[in-house]
Nanobody, 120 residues
Framework: QVQLVESGGGLVQSGGSLRLSCTAS????????MAWYRQAPGKERELVAG???????NYADSVKGRFTISRDNAKKTVYLDINSLKPEDTAVYYC??????????????WGQGTQVTVSS
């Protein structure tokens, strides 16, 4: 079994910054792709940023230049540094990981989500 736990969300003023963290634990052999998604009220969940095991990244156009995804494989943690926050960034942010488990089974896992609220 694998668990993803996010932290770092909160209420911040427009233009501010936050760092979201997501740490994986459990029966992990290797974590491959990791990503951050977000879902705003009334909208579908969207991919914000993704990162491969070898640090190849991709970003949604709406966050490119403002958000940075990174990972620490030793800590089994992925980060999302979010800068120059806008009210439209308000959403629940979810961590996702593609994991090769200790029994060599590949599965996708989601965190519980962390709320980011940006005020004007």
């Amino acid at each position: 079994q694998v668990q993803l736990v996010e932290s770092g969300g909160g209420l911040v003023q427009s233009g501010g910054s936050l760092r979201l963290s997501c740490t994986a634990s459990g029966n992990i052999f290797r974590i491959d792709n990791m990503a951050w998604y977000r879902q705003a009220p009334g909208k579908e969940r969207e991919l914000v940023a993704g990162i491969t095991r070898t640090d190849i990244t991709n970003y949604a156009d709406s966050v490119k230049g403002r958000f940075t995804i990174s990972r620490d494989n030793a800590k089994k943690t992925v980060y999302l540094d979010i800068n120059s926050l806008k009210p439209e960034d308000t959403a629940v942010y979810y961590c996702h990981a593609n994991v090769l488990t200790t029994i060599l089974r590949r599965n996708d896992y989601w965190g519980q989500g962390t709320q980011v609220t940006v005020s004007s």
